[in-house]
């Protein structure tokens, strides 16, 4: 069955919208809930799950089964991929989760919230001058304006921490990195998708199948395969949790690898920016919370983005049209002679 591509986008958007919001419920669960009846040094009751590395490593194995299974029971063209892209794009998106999970330590809340909010522009602008990627105006003005609207609905008053500058230097200096390597994942992906056409399967299973190792490798060297294995055996219902949190992460990773392969990683970043936006948004329709004036303005610019995007986003930039309406080489032109002689 043919679908329609607009139908195709919005249920790989909202696939990751319902995946990630079952998902961020679960991890909630796992990283700020107490395990067991100890009382600890600080006088609380019940140990946290604080391993990082392991859960992510947990969710990338998962991830990789589930797309190989995939992949066995509806079997694809092979992915001609070079496996070094693949391995250069597990890096910098692990980069990328790993700066960003210590960048929000250390940096203030409004920091944090354009941190958070601005990934697309990064992506976009390493996808132009490495992933060879071209954009119109029109598309170039719809991300601003979707990351301008998101900052102004997110941010809240009163949330200003007062750090250290030092502290906060190298907050910001983690949060570059992580936009950094955003851009970087996402012009990869750009290349990868302009050389090989790799289905989103094909990209879940080889990333996850790096990541995996990378991380397997980090949990060898900070000693974090020991104890958080430890920490399983001595509250099992963890196992519970991990297992609904890797299903999320799985569908949720699906999807996300669904709209890489067929939108490109652009209209992935906006989906994902946009995801928590979307949440909070429901949250107001359903309960009934009130939205200041700002917010308002902000959801109004995150919708008129989006909806002029949908209209006139996919037209060429005047480079790439220009490029279309060049004259075929002589190689070119030699083809189409053979093509008229073989009719």
Not at 216 to 240: C, D, I, N, Q, Y
Not at 263 to 271: E, K, Q, R, T, W
Request: charged share 15%; hydrophobic share 50%; aromatic share 12%.
């Amino acid at each position: 069955m043919n679908v329609p591509e607009r139908s195709r986008f919005l249920i790989y958007a909202l696939g990751i919208f319902v995946c990630y919001f079952l998902y961020g419920i679960v991890q909630e669960k796992l990283t700020r809930g107490r395990y067991g009846e100890q009382v600890q040094t600080d006088g609380s009751v019940g140990e946290q799950f604080t391993f990082a590395l392991a859960l992510v490593w947990v969710q990338c194995v998962c991830n990789y089964i589930f797309a190989k299974v995939l992949l066995a029971v509806k079997p694809q063209k092979e992915d001609t991929t070079h496996t070094g892209s693949y391995a250069a794009c597990s890096l910098t998106y692990l980069l990328a989760m790993v700066s960003t999970t210590m960048a929000m330590r250390w940096v203030p809340y409004p920091t944090a919230v354009v941190g958070k909010s601005a990934k697309p522009i990064p992506v976009m602008i390493l996808g132009v001058l490495i992933g060879r990627k071209s954009y119109s105006w029109t598309r170039y003005a719809c991300v601003l304006t979707i990351v301008l609207g998101v900052i102004l609905f997110m941010y809240k008053e009163g949330k200003v921490a007062n750090l250290p500058a030092e502290t906060t230097i190298l907050g910001e200096v983690l949060l570059f990195l992580s936009l950094s390597m955003d851009g970087l994942t996402g012009a990869v992906q750009e290349r990868i998708r302009a050389a090989s056409s790799p289905s989103g399967q094909q990209m879940m299973m080889s990333m996850n199948f790096w990541s995996t190792l990378m991380l397997g490798f980090a949990m060898l060297l900070t000693g974090e395969v020991k104890e958080s294995l430890h920490f399983a055996l001595r509250h099992p219902e963890v196992w519970t949790h991990l297992s609904l949190l890797s299903l999320c992460g799985a569908l949720g990773q699906f999807f996300i690898f669904l709209t890489v392969a067929n939108f490109g990683p652009l209209a992935c970043s906006v989906v994902t920016t946009t995801r928590k936006f979307f949440t909070v948004l429901c949250s107001v329709l359903l309960f009934g919370n009130i939205l200041i004036a700002r917010q308002w303005l902000g959801a109004v610019l995150v919708f008129a983005a989006l909806f002029v995007d949908m209209l006139y986003g996919k037209k060429q930039s005047p480079a790439a049209a220009l490029s279309s309406k060049k004259p075929p080489s002589d190689g070119g032109r030699l083809s189409e002679e053979k093509k008229k002689l073989i009719s």
